[in-house]
C-alpha cells in the first residue's frame, strides 16, 4: 500500500519534476472545469449566439493548448526512466481507449448498450493514464 501512496505522491521524483507535474495538474483542472461549465452553459441556451460560442472556444482551446504545452514541457524535463513510465502510460490509454470505444460502437450500433457520450473518452483516458502511471512508478521505482 505504500508503494501505492508514494507512486501517487511523486515521492522519487525530483523537485523540478514535482512542480512541473503540478503546473500540468492545474491546467488539466482548469481547462476541465471550462469544459463542465461550457456544457452546464450550453443546457441553459447560453449559446443561442455566435459571439458566446465562438468565445467559449477560444477560451477553451487556448487553455486546452496551455495545458499541452505545459505537458509537453513537463516531458522534456524529465529524467529517462520517468519519461518511460509517461510513455507507456499514454500508450496503455490511448490503446485501451481505442480498442475499448470501438468495440463499444460495436454493440451501440447493434442497439445493445447506451450511445456514447464525449467525457466518456476523456474519463477512460484520464483514468487508464493515472492507472497507468501508478503501476509504472510501483513497476520501476
Request: hydrophobic share 50%; with cysteine.
Amino acid at each position: 500500500m505504500n508503494k501505492i501512496i508514494d507512486a501517487i505522491a511523486c515521492k522519487n521524483l525530483p523537485p523540478r519534476d514535482i512542480k512541473n507535474a503540478n503546473i500540468v495538474n492545474i491546467w488539466a483542472l482548469i481547462w476541465a472545469a471550462t469544459l463542465a461549465l461550457n456544457s452546464y452553459l450550453s443546457e441553459f441556451d447560453w449559446f443561442s449566439s455566435t459571439l458566446p460560442t465562438l468565445s467559449a472556444l477560444v477560451i477553451h482551446a487556448t487553455i486546452g493548448i496551455a495545458m499541452i504545452l505545459a505537458y509537453k514541457r513537463f516531458l522534456k524535463q524529465l529524467d529517462e526512466l520517468e519519461r518511460k513510465i509517461q510513455l507507456d502510460a499514454l500508450a496503455l490509454s490511448v490503446g485501451l481507449t481505442i480498442v475499448g470505444f470501438s468495440s463499444y460502437s460495436i454493440l451501440e450500433k447493434a442497439a445493445m448498450v447506451p450511445d456514447l457520450k464525449p467525457y466518456h473518452l476523456i474519463v477512460v483516458l484520464a483514468l487508464t493514464y493515472s492507472v497507468g502511471i501508478i503501476f509504472g512508478r510501483i513497476r520501476y521505482r
